[in-house]
């Protein structure tokens, strides 16, 4: 287990370390919005899940894609728009995809996929499958009126969701404080009827935890849907590649606790220094595989543009 | 004998006959389980079906078509209603920025077969909130096809096929339309995306009407008819994809070409035909291009000003009468009480 | 205030009553949404505010325009269409609107006017005065993300805005047990930090002291907002002039104990039988006079039309 | 010397100017508080007239903009600030049902004075949701003010009317255009609606180019220019309501129209002046009309697709030529980099 988890998360850390390194050469024209701090909410969560299940994000998208299982060579050839990317191209950072694995997508518009998520979940249960469907979005989205209709209509139906709420305290440079009266993000959903936690600490064993929880008591029957704000904590600027405590909206200081609670960190002081670095050889190997895929892959043709638009 | 049927009837008959023949096929929407059943077209289908495939919702048109697309992910095809369609101003982000985007910027690995089906209000002074058909929007949106049928014929055939279509479809309704009656197979049949229908054929000059507004063009040609005048009457059926070629193409042979639309005209339905007629003829053919629709105002309840508001058979005819003849004399036709009925029953 | 309470309330159901007599002639060519039932709602509130508090509704309009203080004449000659409306007959009965009284207007949108009402409030505050604003809306609206939007924004800038859920327990024909899995509103409410009570019996004097003590309070310096949820029911069909328990969606013997309740009827015998017939006199005067004017009034030009779409 | 500033800081400034002359000005939106300023175009307005006309909001798009309406109708002058257009779908309900309408429907009784900034992203791989460009929505709507500036005189001149302007005036931005440098005069000025420019005179050709598409549209007439193609250009500044009159002499003049719009041309504002000039000069003068604007497809990020997606000044060259020439030689410039910083500076 811990060693999966290490993978997982040193995974999603290097290859947004990657991604970092290279954005500056403009080779990724894609807006990129990095989850650098927060790998452990995407791990916690998707390590409970099955392949069959599947997740909704948001455009901060790298961390749940490749947590879930999404394909890394894909992934990078989108961001660098070509061909092989795994939306064509047509995509970007913002709306990665593979549904093969249960990656349904991620839009650039705030709480929008909770509305999907929810859908999809009505369908699982209309079809009386025993998978579930995790809806990830921000601090921010509970600010929308959608995360309150799409959560109302899941609590009224039952639906077999899990929504997880990545807490990191900001939508882009705006506390949640200044857009709430009360912070108490578990409060919304438990006025809906939802059962709701928080994990305060970011310990993806306890996100972990709890998810698998309520993927079980899902699983056997027990009716949705389940609510965890997971606190984190995003290091990188908003979006971009670089650090942003210079802008003055927070402090480097406040960010402190959570470089020091790293859970990339905490997890590669746990695992058998022989095996670690295999691991993490591994993925190092698998990473530089993907670039290559990614700039050795061709652009799309022209003609592209004008295909996928509808059918036929 | 044919079988006549109201555009109700029709409506619900093609949801009866596609829900059964797929699972998949869900409906769901404000108030399609409560005893009016969206004037009828729903009724009877929850107890066919059960509650999980025919379902009332809350009142939160966003997330509820946040919801239809989540489905559509799923591999269910939700017919997804609205009893006004200024209602859908509501489900904007999703309809524009994710049902109509998403094969595309997930790069063709998703589909979203999702119905819209919402409805136009008129008359009895709906007024500013519960009158508008603004399907200009769907039309400018690459990724959503609309639909506007104006017969019981076509509210079938054209339903079933947006069911079974893989993308999202708009499928706009008109509450007077509604109660229009009209022969209607009693068989499945799909009526595809693209194609018009010449309602009336005529040498003088062409009418395109949209949605209802077809009716007022029939009306319109009777008039033009007392007065030696031969409309070419259009029904354009699908707005998006849209039929240019036969609507040409009868321009072509008329040299006339007048859209009544019923929505405003700036930057709607009405100004894109123009535009692509214009594009179509010029240097080939030297037209009279004229535009209908809504006044260019709010729809004021008042009946006299709603009269006004609203393009009807005798302003229609008095428009064409211009385009035809060139002048502008004011010939308006008396109102003919034979012509309150109007309905087009085919041949189709 | 046991009498202006029944005259407001007497009028309001007589209104409501003529307008039902008058409908099927087919004079009134507007959809009319009748409160018959509910009065006490809106006089209740009403009743606690002053001339220069304004008031925001839904297109069941006629209650709360008239409690408010809206002019009588020019809600009927609206209701006709004619040029003398209070919107000049470019409203209708769902869209009422008599600034002079503090009615801000109706919409026929659900939801949309909580909205509209908090900015009106943020001005209050920003402009220091003392007066307030109340938003109207029914259990529907409670459905609706621009609910949760509005109340929150409210609560985190503490306005002066009192929020009225007239909770009929329909949304047309559809019961809020079908919308919401918890009946609860006042959670809702009070998971975005506001406070909130529910008034059960549809008590006219109970809701009054209600809103007078929070009007009080926020004139007093209090911050804002304050939610009742104010149980009521709708005798007549949801909307036109008719009864509707034949449909089959309620029955009337749950309507019983409200028609029992009824305040109108409460009221008339708490009034001495002289004053009360005094009462009842002058508003079927008014009544009479209105409705002649409605009648008599011109119908707007037909240059109308194009007047009041943009300034000049 | 005249005095230049960027685009961002005319808006910053008239912001300024018209919150110092009048307290009933606020200003807010999602970040207009933060650190990025809404580009700048915010930038110290909190601190100069403090936290309570200048706020960020919580992410409630819906919600906000029914405020501002609210707030209108208590006697502020707001301005609501988006930074994507693309977000203005989750307002289109309070926007399309309320605002636009409230002054109508209320018969003149109230006036809602809101001015909504919204921008229009572009390039390094915006993609399907931060790229559209969907001002033809709100010119579609009575009730509703449009406006495009293109320079930063006109960015200033136009938001300065904007705020005083007693209607719903929706005021689009493009993100390129906020780095284009221009005269602007200190003082106070205002742009009325209603009024284009013409900013290259020529006899052969009028180009029509919307919002950032006029940038574009002065790269093709330099192009032209090199092959003796005389260009009219014209930036019609507001869309709602449009100075169809100036657009129309000058086609009357040069018999050939190229429209290039800053979005997709289906019902868009393309269609709405193609066919107003097509009314207007029918019968009149025989003119050649071509729509150019976004591929009608979704956006896509990557490079080579965003190039073909959008009209650029070389295939506005190639297209006007063709109108020209009435060819279809397939000519097309080669890049000149020395167009790359193109601005128009006046006269004005
Ligand atoms: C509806 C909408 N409004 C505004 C934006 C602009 N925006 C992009 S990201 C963001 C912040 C979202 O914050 P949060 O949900 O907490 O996610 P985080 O970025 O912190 O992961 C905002 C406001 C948007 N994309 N969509
Ligand atoms: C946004 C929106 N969705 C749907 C409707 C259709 N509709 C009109 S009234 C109504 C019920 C509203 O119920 P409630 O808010 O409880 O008010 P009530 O009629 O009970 O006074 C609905 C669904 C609407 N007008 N607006
Ligand atoms: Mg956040
Ligand atoms: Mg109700």
Redesign the pocket.
């Known amino acids: 287990m811990n060693e999966r988890v290490y993978r997982s998360l040193y995974r999603i850390r290097r290859v947004e370390e990657e991604i970092a390194r290279i954005y500056p050469s403009d080779k990724i024209k894609s807006p990129v919005h990095l989850s650098i701090g927060q790998e452990a909410v995407s791990v916690g969560v998707c390590e409970a899940l099955r392949p069959e299940d599947v997740v909704f994000g948001t455009y901060r998208s790298h961390a749940f894609y490749l947590a879930k299982g999404g394909d890394l060579k894909k992934m990078m050839a989108e961001l660098y728009g070509k061909a092989t990317g795994c939306a064509k191209g047509k995509g970007g950072s913002m709306h990665l995809v593979d549904t093969a694995h249960g990656v349904m997508g991620a839009s650039a518009v705030v709480g929008t996929t909770i509305a999907n998520a929810i859908g999809y979940a009505y369908a699982l249960k209309l079809q009386r499958k025993d998978s579930l469907v995790v809806s990830f979005f921000g601090d921010g989205a509970t600010d929308e009126g959608v995360f309150h209709e799409s959560l109302n209509f899941a609590a009224l139906k039952s639906l077999p969701v899990v929504f997880i709420c990545e807490n990191n305290f900001y939508a882009i440079h705006t506390s949640l404080m200044y857009r709430h009266k009360s912070t108490d993000i578990c409060a919304l959903a438990r006025a809906h009827g939802i059962t709701a936690e928080r994990v305060e600490d970011g310990d993806v064993l306890a996100i972990h935890e709890h998810v698998t929880r309520a993927a079980k008591a899902l699983r056997d029957g027990s009716s949705g849907p389940f609510f965890f704000e997971c606190l984190t904590y995003r290091l990188m600027e908003h979006v971009g590649s670089n650090e942003d405590f210079h802008l003055g909206y927070r402090t480097r200081q406040e960010a402190e606790p959570w470089i020091r609670n790293d859970q990339v960190k905490r997890f590669a002081s746990m695992i058998d220094g022989e095996r670690r670095r295999r691991i993490e050889a591994e993925v190092e190997a698998e990473i530089q595989a993907a670039v290559a895929f990614a700039e050795e892959s061709p652009f799309p043709e022209g003609e592209e543009l004008f295909t996928d638009v509808v059918e036929g | 004998m044919e079988r006549v049927l109201s555009y109700i009837d029709a409506i619900r008959e093609a949801t009866d006959q596609e829900m059964q023949r797929d699972l998949s096929v869900v409906v769901f929407g404000?108030?399609v389980d409560d005893p009016k059943a969206i004037q009828g077209t729903t009724r009877g289908l929850m107890e066919k079906y059960g509650r999980e495939r025919v379902f009332g919702t809350p009142?939160s048109?966003d997330a509820m078509t946040g919801a239809a697309v989540g489905m559509a992910l799923a591999g269910l095809r939700p017919i997804h209603i609205h009893?006004?369609m200024d209602?859908l101003m509501?489900a904007m982000n999703q309809l524009v920025n994710v049902a109509a985007k998403s094969r595309y910027m997930y790069g063709g690995q998703v589909r979203i077969p999702i119905v819209v089906r919402s409805m136009i209000g008129k008359s009895w002074g709906q007024g500013a909130q519960h009158s508008q058909g603004l399907y200009s929007f769907f039309m400018h949106v690459p990724g959503l096809k609309v639909v506007a049928p104006a017969t019981p014929y076509d509210a079938k055939g054209c339903l079933i096929h947006a069911i079974r279509d893989n993308d999202p479809v708009m499928y706009i309704e008109h509450r007077i339309l509604h109660f229009q009656k009209g022969p209607v197979p009693e068989s499945s049949y799909t009526m595809s995306p693209g194609k018009a229908r010449v309602t009336v054929k005529g040498r003088d000059v062409t009418l395109v009407g949209i949605s209802y507004m077809h009716s007022e063009c029939l009306r319109a040609c009777r008039y033009l008819e007392s007065i030696g005048i031969q409309a070419e009457v259009i029904d354009p059926i699908w707005l998006s994809p849209l039929d240019i070629d036969t609507i040409a193409a009868s321009v072509h042979k008329t040299g006339r070409l007048c859209i009544v639309d019923n929505g405003w005209t700036t930057c709607g339905a009405s100004a894109e035909i123009a535009a692509l007629v214009t594009e179509r003829l010029q240097g080939v053919k030297d037209v009279r291009v004229r535009r209908m629709g809504f006044a260019p105002v709010t729809c004021p309840p008042t009946p006299l000003l709603e009269d006004l508001y609203y393009p009807n058979g005798r302003t229609i005819a008095s428009a064409a009468h211009d385009l035809v003849t060139g002048t502008h004399n004011g010939w308006l036709p008396d109102e003919r009480l034979d012509l309150q009925e109007i309905e087009f029953r085919g041949p189709f």
């Open positions: 404000l108030d009142l048109e009893i006004r209602f509501l």
